[in-house]
């Protein structure tokens, strides 16, 4: 059974008065509680951060340091705002600390878009390729707090409200760049297409 | 048809979203390093939360850090702020300060370089028909008085015979370094505060997907300001503003000067995504096909 936000944080609070060497009863039913909560968000955050720019080969690595800031965090978690809000804003500072390093130590040159059509592809996945690459290219020419309102609103499907609250703007500002973003892409997508 | 539904930007976005999509299996792997990590390194729960601050850096073997430890970073990121804010806040005041102390001298000194038959004058103002300039005008120079005897024509027509030339190169130099290093600069160029405050325009403008009114900026900036004052950044917006246009040619150019300027430009990577790097995968798929 779920454990809800309440107990969750009546058992954080029990932990905090006992301290790290908390009985293993206790311990035993967050660790059940982060593996909910993953069970139930990993995928979202994985997507997010293939959105948010981080390469297929370095996307385990970024999982793996988002989950357990997760792990370390949970038991602050207050239920004030949307989990995966909270879990958004997580990801969003391991997708910065990557592209950080990444510009640090650059990684080879990308492969080119079309790279992929020499290869024909049965599951469509040459499709699914290039429109990731649009996607990437387009986000590739955003600040960051648009590429934030691109991939709560257009990609993952969030309502105004929820981007809002993740990106620290104000609904109506959220409301008028998610249409100014949809304009800009089109217009993308077309120029893209007549180029090849 | 509406923007919010349009069939193709739909379909595009469904297959970008597929293709992100995780395996199962990917995810039981990544939880299992994350077991691993956890079981190596014990959770501390009293830490210091710290929401806003950005995370530990570190990939699969980033160590979990303790108590004692994080205290001791955000003590010494908050001197670290205080003392890199000073440090900027003491440049950007410098930097003012000097340009308000600057005398306003004529641009030729009368009673060093004025000779027979030379004119001065004062250059006409604009034509009212002219468009307002983006930037705030230039500051004028202190007028000269017309001399006796000499006729009044624009200062423009004075300084382009080469003689007077020579002559408006005898300004008396302020400083040592300082002249040597900004002699390439238009005489009362902005000043570092301000190229920043205009580049910052420049950007918002490109954000906001008004690509006209940033290179305007851009050109206005490059007419006033230093050259190398943030010329990296200059030319990395003028290459996305460049795109948003559609001038994929000019974005180039930029980009080309961008190399030239700094070949392991920070800019590199965010241009990566841009048109220029589309042109490239293009002409280098062309290449391969041939």
Same mark, same amino acid.
């Given at each position: 059974m779920a454990l809800g936000v309440d107990t969750h944080q009546r058992l954080a609070r029990a932990l905090s008065s006992t301290?790290? %060497?908390?009985?293993a009863p206790v311990q035993a039913i967050l660790t059940r509680r982060f593996e909910e909560i993953y069970a139930e968000h990993a995928p979202f955050t994985w997507r997010t951060l293939r959105h948010l720019g981080i390469a297929p080969d370095a996307i385990e690595d970024a999982m793996q340091e988002l989950w357990v800031v997760v792990h370390r965090r949970h038991t602050q978690? $207050?239920? &004030? #705002?949307d989990l995966r809000t909270w879990l958004f804003g997580i990801a969003v500072n391991v997708a910065r600390n990557h592209r950080r390093s990444a510009r640090r130590h650059p990684a080879p040159e990308p492969l080119p878009?079309?790279? @992929? %059509?020499e290869i024909p592809d049965p599951s469509g996945g040459e499709e699914r390729a290039q429109a990731t690459a649009l996607v990437q290219g387009f986000l590739g020419t955003l600040d960051e707090q648009r590429q934030q309102v691109f991939v709560c609103t257009?990609? $993952?499907?969030?309502s105004a409200l929820e981007t809002a609250q993740a990106t620290g703007l104000d609904e109506s500002t959220v409301q008028n760049r998610v249409r100014a973003l949809r304009r800009a892409f089109k217009t993308w997508i077309e120029r893209h297409r007549r180029k090849t | 048809m509406s923007i919010d539904n349009d069939p193709v930007v739909v379909e595009v976005l469904r297959r970008a979203r597929a293709q992100a999509a995780p395996a199962a299996s990917d995810l039981e792997g990544v939880l299992a390093r994350v077991r691993s990590q956890i079981a190596a390194a014990p959770v501390v729960l009293h830490e210091v939360p710290e929401p806003d601050a950005p995370l530990a850096r570190g990939g699969a073997g980033a160590r979990v850090p303790g108590r004692g430890a994080l205290q001791w970073t955000a003590e010494l990121r908050r001197w670290s702020g205080t003392v890199l804010s000073l440090g900027i806040g003491f440049a950007i005041g410098v930097q003012y300060a000097d340009h308000r102390s600057r005398p306003e001298v004529p641009l030729v000194s009368p009673s060093a370089t004025l000779g027979a038959g030379d004119s001065l004058a004062m250059a006409p103002p604009a034509a009212p028909s002219e468009p307002m300039p983006l930037l705030e005008p230039r500051p004028e120079a202190t007028s000269v008085p017309a001399l006796p005897g000499r006729t009044s024509a624009p200062l423009d027509s004075a300084v382009s015979t080469p003689k007077a030339k020579r002559r408006s190169l @005898? *300004?008396? @130099? &302020? #400083?040592?370094s300082r002249t040597r290093a900004t002699t390439a600069a238009p005489q009362e160029a902005l000043s570092f505060a301000q190229v920043v405050e205009r580049l910052e325009q420049a950007q918002r403008a490109e954000r906001d997907l008004s690509p006209e009114v940033a290179l305007r900026l851009l050109d206005e900036l490059d007419a006033h300001a230093d050259a190398a004052a943030l010329r990296q950044e200059r030319l990395a917006t003028r290459v996305l503003a460049a795109c948003d246009l559609g001038d994929v040619a000019a974005a180039q150019r930029a980009a080309r000067e961008l190399e030239t300027v700094d070949? %392991?430009? *920070?800019y590199a990577s965010r241009l990566g995504g841009s048109c220029i790097a589309l042109k490239a995968a293009d002409t280098s798929s062309v290449r391969s096909t041939r």
């Open positions: 301290g790290p %060497g908390a009985p978690f $207050e239920g &004030r #705002s878009l079309t790279l @992929a %059509g257009l990609l $993952e499907g969030w | @005898a *300004v008396p @130099a &302020r #400083s040592s070949p %392991g430009s *920070v």
